[in-house]
């Protein structure tokens, strides 16, 4: 055994000894790395179309494992196409990004904002681009900001800052209240969603057709849920349907109309 | 006959077979030659990066600022931490060998496995020091950030912190410093350790520092790729058998650095799983043993 120990060339002692530890080791990195995976501390590889995306030098970067570095860079980069309104640029870069750290519900909240609120603000006002142009911009890049903010959804179930940005999209671009609403009943419960998110979608509920009763019965819930709920907002609400569904007055609530400045008593 | 006395001499003291002082000696040793490089300086690089990145006005929201800061900065703590591990780890042995302290410190009864030893460990040392301290700065640069922007919040509503603004401070807690960042700093540091490790390994076979450090780079980055390379071609050759054996021997022989990267999880606020920080580091330590071992079957009768 000396002798063949002796004998042989270290090389070859040295590759058999990594084999034998990588034989042990492989299979006991692979159900670590799953976990790892599974528990949100080790990022997934990026997708296939990410990779072919990026450039050289951004794969080189995500390949040294240095993904965060090249995700912040490519937001400065983001950055500078929104200060010129590059928006074709800005979505191509927010695309690896999301690709490279898609568990960071910061850049899904962001390019949700910048293609769903400022792209279209920009659309409405540009009017150095044609007006049918404008108007098929606006559509795509509202749509896509909402296309956006779901794949954001299905990567971080529990996103409230998603959601909202969602919520934002569809309350003051697209002016779908029902799915406003929608989006605000699907914050309520979340470890990070605001208060106002249960009457917000009692409030845009209000305003969706057909769903007026159910919005009534919503808002009249957190009336009787407590005093913090008696805000001026959701008691003229209340007391707006309270007329539209015609209910009876003795089953009205009592509270009189908020007496707010520039609000005239229907 | 002579009556001349014979003095005997007292028989030689009995070296140990393994000191730890002599490795530790060792090490500070190396911590001090590698001090006199000045590597220390890459920390006023790191303390100006930080500056900018926290000064830079570019993203849409407090939180999106602080997470950037955290992710720049640990992202440079790790790059600073693999890089050093390669090249100070190829510089040292043949250092030594052209300054003639190898041949000094071996010829005194200090044994191999002690030498390769001390070495890791003096640069193990200094990547620790220096993570530490990119930690503590980057700790109070996110605090002091965070703090701001908390104050900026609370001014914002002169007439009470109002549901929004609650939510908006909670937010950017979320996002700003706490104490599982720490474990982000030591899982760069488990990575630097086994980078080490590999590099000690080559450094042992190795004619030349340049070489050295150029194949450990080349391990490091395609042990980086393990996973992404392993689904990529297996994707590309619809699962062929010759290329499913070949990935095998690529995975056995090469370490898998990515599983090293938890830090960016950990910065992103993934929960900390102690299982598994326990688990990567029994692996850490197994890399060191194993890879210590294997320098040794090289370095233990070379001659210089």
């Known amino acids: 055994m000396k002798a063949l120990f002796q004998k042989s060339p270290r090389w070859l002692l040295v590759l058999v000894g990594l084999a034998i530890f990588g034989i042990v080791r492989a299979p006991f990195e692979e159900h670590t790395r799953k976990k790892l995976v599974d528990s949100h501390l080790l990022l997934p590889p990026p997708a296939q179309d990410a990779i072919q995306q990026m450039s050289q030098s951004a794969l080189m970067g995500t390949l040294g494992g240095l993904r965060t570095l090249v995700s912040s860079y490519l937001v400065l980069e983001a950055f500078e196409h929104f200060s010129n309104k590059e928006w074709e640029e800005l979505r191509s870069a927010y695309a690896i990004v999301t690709s490279l750290e898609p568990r960071d519900e910061n850049h899904w909240r962001d390019v949700v904002w910048h293609l769903g609120i400022n792209a279209t603000a920009n659309m409405q006002l540009d009017e150095t681009i044609p007006e049918f142009e404008r108007k098929r911009r606006f559509n795509e890049y509202a749509l896509l900001a909402v296309e956006l903010a779901e794949q954001g959804i299905a990567q971080n179930p529990d996103s409230a800052v998603i959601r909202q940005q969602l919520a934002e999209v569809y309350r003051e671009k697209l002016k779908d209240d029902c799915a406003t609403a929608r989006v605000y009943q699907d914050l309520v419960g979340l470890p990070e969603a605001p208060q106002y998110a249960e009457r917000f979608a009692g409030y845009f509920l209000a305003k969706c057709p057909g769903h007026e009763q159910e919005a009534y019965d919503h808002l009249l819930r957190l009336y009787y849920e407590g005093e913090h709920n008696h805000v001026a907002s959701l008691i003229i609400t209340i007391k707006d349907l309270e007329k539209q569904l015609e209910i009876p007055r003795s089953l009205r609530i009592t509270e009189p109309y908020p007496d707010l400045p520039g609000l005239t008593q229907p | ?304």
């Open chain 2, 1 to 304: 006959m002579s009556d001349s006395k014979t003095t005997l001499q007292s028989p030689a003291r009995s070296v140990p077979l393994f000191s730890i002082s002599r490795v530790w000696t060792l090490a500070i040793s190396t911590l001090t030659q590698l001090i006199r490089m000045k590597t220390f300086y890459f920390l006023f690089a790191f303390a100006v990066l930080l500056l900018v990145i926290g000064n830079f006005n570019f993203a849409s929201s407090p939180a999106q600022a602080l997470s950037t800061i955290k992710k720049v900065s640990f992202g440079a703590m790790d790059l600073f931490a693999w890089l050093f591990a390669i090249v100070a780890t190829a510089l040292l042995i043949p250092r030594d060998i052209e300054d003639r302290t190898l041949y000094t410190i071996l010829s005194k009864p200090v044994r191999r496995i002690e030498y390769l030893l001390g070495k890791l460990g003096g640069v193990l040392i200094v990547i620790g020091i220096s993570l530490s301290v990119m930690f503590l700065v980057c700790a109070g640069m996110i605090q002091w950030q965070e703090m701001g922007y908390i104050a900026d919040e609370v001014s914002a509503s002169p007439n009470g912190i109002s549901d929004e603004t609650r939510q908006a401070i909670l937010l950017i807690e979320k996002n700003g410093f706490h104490s599982d960042l720490a474990v982000a700093a030591l899982a760069s540091f488990m990575k630097a350790a086994v980078v080490a490790s590999v590099t000690i390994l080559l450094s042992t076979f190795a004619s030349s520092s340049l070489f050295t450090i150029i194949v450990s780079v080349l391990v490091f980055l395609v042990g980086h790729a393990h996973t992404m390379a392993t689904n990529f071609w297996l994707a590309e050759t619809d699962n062929n058998m010759v290329v499913q054996m070949l990935l095998k021997l690529f995975k056995i022989i090469i370490p898998n650095f990515q599983i090293f990267s938890f830090s960016e999880g950990i910065v992103q606020g993934a929960a900390l799983v102690p299982a598994l920080i326990w688990q990567m580091t029994g692996l850490t330590g197994a890399y060191l043993v194993v890879f210590l071992l294997l320098s040794l079957l090289t370095f233990v009768d070379k001659e210089f």
